[in-house]
Every structure is written in structure tokens, then in C-alpha cells.
């Protein structure tokens, strides 16, 4: 291919391949009433199934506490939901949220038996109302609260999928009626209120299998009693650390959920503001609360830049989540780069590695993991960073399931012309049909921790269908090899043997891109990826840094001793303590921070993401901060660079943030040269 091909190529992908999903939206302004087309369709749980390491992690999942909580946990085990005296509000359909995708997606008939004898008994005891579950329960949750439908009617939804079980769509009508009468009578109040948009999703996937137009009244009027998240965001007023009152509006895993508020409510209203408010709320929140990890900091609420500050494992299930709801409805590239992003980092980072403990709040700059003393959150308790069943509070201990089984199920999507899209990579198996004949792919990759990644597609017959691939927005390059296969890029046939394109980064706060790639296929072929992986630097609080690479942030690990506080019926909690120095400035160049940082690969093995397992290491020189130590039970805010000190350098190793217990992630900068001067 010549380089003026390639400048071709180029130039179609930079002005039609950003545009296709907004093009498919705007197509639907003039259309009917009724619920508005998605960009893409995600593919029925179970037609993607995970492999290589990411298989791995849901085997670790299953293994943990996701797999186990039923026999040991009060509020599973005694649960309202099935006649027990426990709580009977939010956690069981939470939990089941999370483990009917990990059951299915594993194909563990172990898990699948739990999940099968949980919702027959919710089903098999329907009030002759439609109601299902309890009406209030042993903590006095009010009767007839909508919330805890809203995760069971998720749950319920994906098991239908996975089973094809024919009770499930007429129950869920049948409790849709009862809601509905509900909202007559008392409109949606707290919880319910700010998380609308969930129901929603729901009602949705019932409309799109019965045509029922009465549920769309419903959608309807949930949204018109719900909290308007893109009005908050249209004038947000939360631009500081949120004092310590307990408020719905500012609350974290409210936020989480709300992203996906505008996205949902568009197919509804058609209005394009709704459609793009994502964005704005995005944008907002990395400005005035944004971590390293793409994730806000809440603890509980909205909480400030601070890397000390922590954000809640709800949070980044449920913000992961709406960003793949999202990625349905928008279509847009950058919120796969923002999904990796959080799924790569603050999601593995949160747990003890082998996942039979997790943290309530995980922190960028999390130096020590203890109860004792005072405490920098703005309204958490002093147990929220400690490892275990359920410090703080227990809702993370249901919810948090659903953050890898969820993200597998949406790796994938079809597109409205008969075609595949890539929302994250990641290595799985996909079993579908395109017109009406069996396909196969094969995703094979090591990625996030390498840069290559091959898509073996296997076909019965001779057929044409497009592959939409995301080009992540910190590439530089894309490199595609394809050979045997013809490709047609915006209506000109390409030699897909060797393609390397350029893409330039003039805007570096650009999002991905989509690279639709139409192709006939024949028997078994192979299209190879590369996304080389530059070096970037993350602007954090009083102008720290962090270190990026692909979707990676890289943190100091700091070697860490772990003290049992606490034996629960399986597994414990466990408090950390740091022993190893941690304050350090680095030494680079902020122009040219590749020039200072070198990359190992490491073998990747059964628990990549671990302190021992790293799959990848960056080395760096850093100077120790005397001055840099504790303060309200965290790391201090990091000190002003430039940095001075007379410490002489050290070389760090640093690994992924998500393989690390105790961690510097935002570090100052120290300008100072071998010989202490300053440069």
C-alpha cells in the first residue's frame, strides 16, 4: 500500500470513522414516537465467553467471595428474598446482578445451581399482585420500594438470555404493572429517584422483545419523577470537596450510575444534549474530582483531586456499567478507552488478589490500610480501605460482582449493518449469528499488559460483514495486517497485508476512534492488531503526576504486611501496613518522560494482576521526600513541584496500578540531576 493510500485511508477513517455513531443517532430525529434505535446491539450473555488471563480472573472471581456469599453472608444466606429474617431490601438482587453472568459465562454448573435456585424461589413466590420479592422486610425498608427491582429485574433480564427461561419475561410484565400502579400512587423517592435510568435499561429490553407500548409510558414516567442528572451537570455547583452531609446528589455510586442518566433517557427523547451528556459529566468530574484510574474520588460522597481521597467499589462497578449501557447507545470510542481504563485499573486494584476480601474505598495514593486514628474521608468510617467481607458497609459486598462478568458480556457488539464492534479488547470467544449463518471469533491477546492483538474470524460460507475496530485514543499508531482477507475502508479496496497509520495527536484529550473494516470472509482468517503504547503523563493534584502507558497507570507498590483483624465464617479481614519507603519524587522530564522510564515485560501468569504477578515493570529514578509522610491516616498531599531534596536518586520499580496492595500512583517532580543541581 502506498503512503498516499495510506494518507487516503487516513484521512476517510479521521472524518467518517469518528462520525458513525452519531450519524446512526441523528437518523432517528425524525422518527416516531417510540424508543429510539441503539447503536449497537450487545449479543445475548453467553455469546462471548472470556479466554487467556481474563478467564483466569473470573476463575479467581468464582473462587472468592462472588462464589461463596450465599453460604456463609446473613443477608444472602437468611435473606427477606427467601423467607429468612435477614435483610430483604437491595442485596440479594445485587448479588445475583453480578454472579448470573459470572455462572454462565464460566459455565460453572456450581454457580449456575445457586443462580437457578435463587430465582425460582423469587419466581415461584410472585405475589398475585406482580410484586416480586418481599414487601418491606426485618430492617424496615419501606413496603413496596421500586429500588431493589431495579438490579433484580438485571439479573433476571441476563438469566432469560443465558436460559431462554419463558417465565421470566411474563413475570417481569406482570411486576411492571405493579410498579406502575406504585408510581401512580407515590412517586419515586431516595434511592429510586437518582437511579431511574436502571429501571429503564430494563423496560427497554422488555419493550424490544413484546412490543408492549405501555412500558415505554412507564420509562416515561420514571424519568419525569427521577432526579434530572443532566440538569445537574448542565449547572454543577459540586466543584470542591463535598462537606460531610449524606446527600443523594453528590453521593458516589448515585454518580456512577447516573453517567449512563442522559444516554438512556435519549432513546426516549431523541434530544441529542441527552445523548452527549456522558461527556460533560466526564469532563466535570475528571476537572474538579478525577483520579489517575479514570475514576472519580467519593468517600461517600464527592471528595476533591486529592489522591488520598478514596472512591467506593460500588462506584466503579456502576460507572463501568454505564459506560457499557453507553457503548449500546452511543456508540462512541472514547467511552471503550474510559471502560478499559477503570476495568484495568481501579477494578482489580480494589481487591485482595485472589478476591475472598475487597476494600469499601480503594485511594490512588493508598500508603496504609488501618481503622485506627483519624481518618481523611469526607464521611466514610475508619474501616472503609481495610480488605474484607464487608468493611464500612456491606453494599459493595453484594454489588461488586458484576465489574468483570459484565465487562466480558459487552466486549463485543453487533452494529445496525450486520457487523461486529469492538468495545474493549480483551481475550474471548464469540459465538453468533450474521445473517442467519453461524460466525466465530477468536480474540487472542495479552493486552492491556502487550500491544498486539489477532481476531480470528471463522466463517461456514463465503459471507461480507463489517469488523468495527476501536482505535484507543492514546495510540499513536495503528498497525493491521490481514493477509487473505479483502477489506474495503469507505468504499476503496485495501492490500490489508501490511497497513501501519498514523494518527496524529493534536488534541491530546481526543477519544478513541472507530476503524470499521468491511471485509469478505472465507473459512478461517486472522486480522492482527498492533497499538504501540506511548508514554504519557496523568496532571494530578498540586501538579503530581502519574505515569501511564496504554491503558495502564503504573503506581509504586510498596511491600506490604498484612495483619488479620478479623475471622469471618470463610476468609477475613485483614489490615496493611507499609515496609518500604514510599515518599519519592521522580526524576524526569515532563516533555519527555519516555526518556527517563524503561518497560520489562514479565511472564504473564494465572494471577496477573498481584504484586508478584506483574506482567509488565517501568523503572524510573526517584529522590526520597524527608518532609512527605501521614496525615489524617493517608499519605499527605503530595508536595509542590519542582521537588527539592538532597536524598540522592534511587531507581523505583513501579507495576500496574491494579497488581498493587499499597501504592504511590500521583508523585511529585523532582528536576534535580545526579548531582542534586537544579536543571
Known amino acids: 500500500m502506498s503512503c498516499r493510500d495510506r494518507m487516503c485511508v487516513l484521512a476517510w477513517i479521521l472524518v467518517v470513522g469518528p462520525a458513525l455513531a452519531a450519524q446512526a443517532a441523528e437518523s432517528t430525529q425524525g422518527a416516531a414516537p417510540g424508543l429510539r434505535p441503539a447503536a449497537f446491539d450487545p449479543l445475548p450473555l453467553g455469546s462471548i465467553k472470556p479466554a487467556g488471563w481474563l478467564a483466569d480472573q473470573l476463575r479467581i472471581q468464582a473462587g472468592g467471595l462472588s462464589g461463596h456469599l450465599d453460604e456463609f453472608w446473613p443477608d444472602i444466606k437468611d435473606s427477606g428474598w427467601f423467607g429468612g429474617k435477614a435483610e430483604g431490601w437491595e442485596r440479594v438482587p445485587y448479588w445475583l446482578d453480578g454472579v448470573v453472568p459470572l455462572a454462565y459465562l464460566l459455565d460453572d454448573a456450581r454457580l449456575q445451581a445457586k443462580v437457578k435456585r435463587a430465582l425460582d424461589s423469587i419466581l415461584n413466590h410472585q405475589h398475585p399482585d406482580g410484586w416480586l420479592g418481599p414487601v418491606g422486610d426485618s430492617q424496615k425498608h419501606k413496603p413496596y420500594d421500586v429500588w431493589p427491582l431495579f438490579p433484580l429485574f438485571k439479573a433476571m433480564t441476563q438469566y432469560q438470555e443465558a436460559t431462554g427461561d419463558p417465565r421470566v419475561v411474563p413475570a417481569l410484565l406482570k411486576c411492571c404493572r405493579k410498579i406502575g400502579e406504585v408510581l401512580a400512587r407515590e412517586p419515586l423517592y431516595s434511592w429510586a429517584r437518582f437511579r431511574a435510568a436502571d429501571l429503564a435499561v430494563s423496560v427497554y429490553w422488555l419493550y424490544d422483545r413484546t412490543k408492549e407500548p405501555w412500558l415505554l409510558d412507564l420509562a416515561r414516567t420514571a424519568f419525569a419523577q427521577s432526579h434530572d442528572w443532566r440538569a445537574q451537570f448542565d449547572d454543577f ?79 466503579v462497578v456502576e460507572a463501568m456499567y454505564s459506560l457499557e449501557v453507553l457503548a449500546s447507545v452511543r456508540g462512541d470510542a472514547r467511552l471503550g478507552d474510559r471502560l478499559e481504563q ?241 515518599n519519592y519524587a521522580l526524576q524526569l522530564d515532563r516533555e519527555h518522560p519516555e526518556r527517563a522510564i524503561a518497560f520489562e515485560d514479565r511472564l504473564i501468569g494465572h494471577t496477573p494482576f498481584s504484586p508478584q504477578g506483574a506482567p509488565v515493570i517501568a523503572t524510573v529514578k526517584g529522590r526520597r521526600l524527608a518532609g512527605w509522610g501521614l496525615e489524617k491516616g493517608a499519605a499527605a498531599p503530595p508536595p509542590p513541584s519542582p521537588a527539592a531534596t538532597g536524598e540522592p536518586p534511587e531507581t523505583l520499580t513501579l507495576i500496574p496500578y491494579g497488581c498493587t496492595d499499597l501504592r504511590i500512583t500521583e508523585f511529585p517532580v523532582s528536576t534535580q540531576d545526579a548531582a542534586g543541581r537544579t536543571q
Request: aromatic share 10%.
Open 237 to 315: 455547583r459540586f466543584t470542591t470537596r463535598t462537606q460531610g452531609k449524606f446527600a443523594l446528589d453528590t453521593h458516589g455510586v448515585n454518580t456512577g450510575m447516573a453517567l449512563k442518566y442522559g444516554g438512556v433517557r435519549y432513546r426516549l427523547t431523541g434530544d441529542v444534549k441527552d445523548r452527549d451528556a456522558v461527556f460533560r459529566m466526564l469532563d466535570l468530574l475528571d476537572r474538579y474530582h478525577g483520579q489517575a484510574t479514570g475514576i472519580f474520588t467519593c468517600d461517600e460522597h464527592l471528595a476533591g483531586r486529592s489522591p488520598s481521597q478514596g472512591t467506593e467499589l460500588c462506584t
Open 342 to 582: 477503570l476495568a484495568f485499573n481501579a477494578l482489580p486494584a480494589t481487591f485482595k488478589k485472589d478476591m475472598t476480601a475487597h476494600q469499601y474505598d480503594q485511594q490512588c495514593n493508598q500508603v496504609i490500610c488501618s481503622a485506627r486514628g483519624e481518618h481523611v474521608y469526607v464521611n466514610n468510617g475508619p474501616a472503609s480501605n481495610l480488605y474484607g467481607l464487608e468493611p464500612n458497609f456491606g453494599c459493595c459486598t453484594a454489588n461488586m460482582h458484576q465489574g468483570w462478568p459484565k465487562f466480558v458480556a459487552h466486549l463485543w457488539m453487533k452494529t445496525p449493518d450486520g457487523g461486529l464492534a469492538v468495545i474493549a479488547y480483551a481475550p474471548c470467544a464469540i459465538e453468533t449469528t450474521i445473517q442467519g449463518k453461524p460466525v466465530k471469533l477468536a480474540v487472542e491477546t495479552t493486552y492491556p499488559f502487550r500491544d498486539e492483538i489477532a481476531i480470528t474470524v471463522s466463517v461456514s460460507e463465503p459471507m461480507s460483514f463489517p469488523l468495527v475496530l476501536r482505535v484507543p485514543g492514546w495510540a499513536e499508531t495503528c498497525e493491521i495486517r490481514a493477509e487473505g482477507v479483502a477489506i474495503n475502508l469507505g468504499g476503496r479496496d485495501v492490500d490489508a497485508e501490511n497497513i501501519e497509520l498514523a494518527v496524529p495527536r493534536s488534541d491530546p484529550q481526543r477519544g478513541g476512534m472507530a476503524l470499521p473494516l468491511k471485509a469478505r470472509w472465507n473459512g478461517t482468517k486472522t486480522v492482527a492488531l498492533r497499538f504501540p503504547m506511548p508514554v504519557r503523563l496523568y496532571r494530578g493534584d498540586r501538579d503530581a503526576v502519574a505515569i501511564a502507558r496504554g491503558p495502564l497507570v503504573f503506581a509504586l507498590p510498596i511491600q506490604a504486611e498484612w495483619k488479620k483483624v478479623k475471622d469471618n465464617p470463610q476468609f477475613a479481614d485483614w489490615e496493611v501496613y507499609p515496609r518500604s519507603p514510599w
